[in-house]
């Protein structure tokens, strides 16, 4: 006997099968990605020996400092806090960073409240001042890269274009210690920290003339275009002494000091720099006219910088450059001013930053990472 079904009721029980599919899928989706966390989770305890045994849910906890002029401040926190409790951490400390404190004293509040980890949550300045604060302490860095530049975060291959990913890093990467540079414009003048690159001359005044509209709306290309308008200028005469003990004169165009190499688009301006061996690499650039910034170019493209055309390179610990002339110097893309003396040291294995973990970067890039 056949039975003829409603075609109301066929429909109903047709929907219903598709439902339960789609439910099925989903759940299996979020468990694997609990699983991959979870795996994530331990592979980041497993490569640091140092994390203590957690006693309860919530032991750990995060600072967030973060630059109000590079992101909406509330949907960050929002996205951080979401995730910390994801995570099984406690309410990350949100601290905004002013035009008093572009990072350094707010730093200092959070290692005050004993938090497991700084978050840098801005471009290369704040990074520089979230740093500044944390080298030769035991409690590490993590970025979540907002800037135009973010070198640092280029050179570490933390990821630029994902909040969540990069907190997540900060959370669980693997810790790695790296080397930071110190800079003084004075003989008897303050110390400043920086991490990726310091430089007088050329290289300073493209940073002190790049106008900020146009690095909103082209990003580095805004560099390229300020660069363009610098290159037609005479060299200047300069001292440099290497490690106190070989100096040089030359006139050059810039000489800058490097604790790694990788610039936007991929660009290696200090091909052999190594951010952990406790060196710096110290590049100066010396074209006479627009001709020889032909063979600079050619030099920095060919990664042959080390001795190149109108281009060399020698590592060192400490460098002092000495000017008969006022020079614009700039930290990490932050112009400072102008100065006919720098001097820079290494300060190895100064600081610790969290990195991905060979997990981490395989989720990735599956994407299996939800909020």
């Given at each position: 006997?056949?039975?003829?079904?409603?075609?109301?009721?066929?429909?109903?029980?047709i929907?219903?099968?598709?439902?339960?599919l789609?439910?099925?899928?989903?759940?299996?989706?979020?468990?694997?990605?609990?699983?991959?966390?979870?795996?994530?989770?331990?592979?980041?305890r497993?490569?640091?020996?140092?994390?203590?045994?957690?006693?309860?849910?919530?032991?750990?906890?995060?600072?967030?400092?973060?630059?109000?002029?590079?992101?909406?401040?509330?949907?960050?926190?929002?996205?951080?806090?979401?995730?910390?409790?994801?995570?099984?951490?406690?309410?990350?400390?949100?601290?905004?960073?002013?035009?008093?404190?572009?990072?350094?004293?707010?730093?200092?509040?959070?290692?005050?409240?004993?938090?497991?980890?700084?978050?840098?949550?801005?471009?290369?300045?704040?990074?520089?001042?979230?740093?500044?604060?944390?080298?030769?302490?035991?409690?590490?860095?993590?970025?979540?890269?907002?800037?135009?530049?973010?070198?640092?975060?280029?050179?570490?291959?933390?990821?630029?274009?994902?909040?969540?990913?990069?907190?997540?890093i900060?959370?669980?990467?693997?810790?790695?210690?790296?080397?930071?540079?110190?800079?003084?414009v004075?003989?008897?003048?303050?110390?400043?920290?920086?991490?990726?690159?310091?430089?007088?001359?050329?290289?300073?005044?493209?940073?002190?003339?790049?106008?900020?509209d146009?690095?909103?709306?082209?990003?580095?290309?805004?560099?390229?275009?300020?660069?363009?308008?610098?290159?037609?200028?005479?060299?200047?005469?300069?001292?440099?002494?290497?490690?106190?003990?070989?100096?040089?004169?030359?006139?050059?165009?810039?000489?800058?000091g490097?604790?790694?190499?990788?610039?936007?688009?991929?660009?290696?301006?200090?091909?052999?720099?190594?951010?952990?061996?406790?060196?710096?690499?110290?590049?100066?650039?010396?074209?006479?006219?627009?001709?020889?910034?032909?063979g600079?170019?050619?030099?920095?493209?060919?990664?042959?910088?080390?001795?190149?055309?109108?281009?060399?390179?020698?590592?060192?610990?400490?460098?002092?450059?000495?000017?008969?002339?006022?020079?614009?110097?700039?930290?990490?893309?932050?112009?400072?001013?102008?100065?006919?003396?720098?001097?820079?040291?290494?300060?190895?294995?100064?600081?610790?930053?969290?990195?991905?973990?060979?997990?981490?970067?395989?989720?990735?890039?599956?994407?299996?990472?939800?909020?």
């Amino acid at each position: 006997m056949t039975i003829a079904l409603d075609p109301l009721i066929m429909w109903l029980v047709i929907a219903g099968i598709v439902v339960v599919l789609l439910v099925a899928f989903f759940l299996g989706r979020r468990t694997g990605a609990r699983r991959a966390l979870n795996r994530i989770r331990q592979s980041g305890r497993g490569t640091n020996p140092d994390w203590p045994e957690a006693e309860s849910s919530g032991r750990y906890r995060a600072a967030l400092v973060v630059n109000p002029t590079k992101t909406d401040v509330r949907g960050l926190a929002s996205t951080a806090e979401a995730i910390c409790r994801f995570e099984g951490w406690s309410a990350p400390l949100v601290i905004e960073t002013t035009p008093e404190d572009s990072g350094e004293g707010a730093t200092v509040r959070a290692l005050d409240e004993g938090v497991d980890v700084v978050i840098a949550a801005g471009g290369d300045g704040t990074v520089r001042a979230v740093a500044s604060a944390l080298a030769e302490t035991s409690t590490p860095m993590g970025i979540v890269p907002l800037g135009t530049g973010n070198l640092l975060s280029r050179n570490l291959d933390i990821v630029l274009d994902k909040t969540e990913w990069a907190l997540r890093i900060a959370l669980w990467g693997r810790n790695r210690e790296i080397d930071v540079g110190t800079a003084k414009v004075a003989e008897d003048g303050d110390t400043h920290v920086f991490t990726v690159m310091t430089g007088l001359g050329f290289d300073a005044a493209v940073m002190a003339d790049t106008n900020s509209d146009l690095k909103s709306r082209l990003g580095w290309l805004a560099y390229v275009e300020a660069g363009s308008r610098k290159l037609v200028g005479r060299p200047s005469h300069v001292k440099v002494t290497f490690d106190d003990d070989y100096r040089i004169s030359a006139r050059v165009r810039s000489v800058l000091g490097g604790n790694c190499g990788k610039l936007q688009g991929g660009i290696q301006l200090l091909p052999q720099a190594v951010i952990d061996d406790g060196m710096l690499d110290v590049l100066i650039v010396s074209p006479k006219n627009l001709g020889q910034w032909v063979g600079v170019l050619a030099s920095v493209l060919g990664r042959q910088t080390t001795k190149g055309l109108h281009t060399n390179i020698r590592k060192c610990q400490k460098v002092v450059i000495e000017s008969g002339e006022e020079l614009d110097v700039q930290l990490d893309g932050d112009p400072i001013g102008q100065s006919g003396y720098l001097a820079m040291e290494v300060m190895p294995a100064a600081l610790t930053v969290r990195v991905p973990t060979v997990e981490q970067r395989k989720q990735i890039r599956a994407e299996a990472w939800p909020v």
